[in-house]
């Protein structure tokens, strides 16, 4: 399932929404990530609300970090390159027990995770006009085998030395989650 090239631009197209993201429900938080109620994952988006969610960065042994191309079919952003993966914790899920949750669920493996960094962005898909805005746990782990990912949510999966990456986010921004280009900037500018 690995990608021949890393930077293939985006296809337009919109795609469906699935049930379990329909019902969903997601944390609403205030600019401190204090929670103060709950929402359907699809009226949140549409309605721009900051909420509670995780990116994960997976280095392997050499450094270099795992990076996915989100599915054809998510409901938003698809077909995008990002971070090794993302998430919402459920309400009454630690965010921390969340993220190790979906990564099971997206690459088929768990490893400690070490949150190292909180952030808080809002990002527009022109494709799906949905809105992520959200209050991000940012956690890193190490995994030395062969990922598994699930071809729903992933559709194509590399390890890229982080100098290659912010390589690659330089040639093709658009290429990319607007999250990650941001997250990136931030927390690993100076390594690429």
Not at 7 to 34: F, M, Y
Request: hydrophobic fraction near 35%; charge should be positive; charged fraction near 25%.
């Amino acid at each position: 399932m690995k990608s021949g090239t890393l930077i293939t631009p985006a296809t337009p197209g919109r795609p469906p929404l699935s049930g379990s993201d329909r019902e969903e429900r997601i944390i609403l938080v205030d600019g401190r990530d204090q929670a103060c109620g709950t929402g359907g994952k699809l009226g949140v988006h549409q309605e721009g609300l900051l909420h509670r969610a995780f990116s994960i960065f997976i280095f392997d042994a050499e450094e270099r970090l795992l990076l996915q191309r989100r599915a054809d079919g998510k409901y938003h952003f698809a077909r995008l390159w990002s971070n090794s993966c993302c998430g919402h914790p459920r309400p009454g899920e630690g965010t921390r027990e969340a993220a190790a949750r979906r990564l099971g669920e997206e690459f088929g493996f768990i490893t400690p995770l070490d949150e190292f960094a909180q952030i808080t962005y809002k990002a527009r898909d022109p494709v799906s006009c949905l809105v992520e805005h959200e209050y991000l746990h940012v956690f890193r782990g190490v995994y030395a085998g062969e990922p598994r990912p699930n071809p729903d949510e992933v559709s194509a999966w590399r390890w890229l030395a982080l100098p290659r990456v912010g390589k690659c986010l330089r040639r093709s921004p658009q290429s990319f989650t607007p999250w990650f280009a941001l997250l990136f900037q931030r927390l690993f500018q100076q390594a690429s």
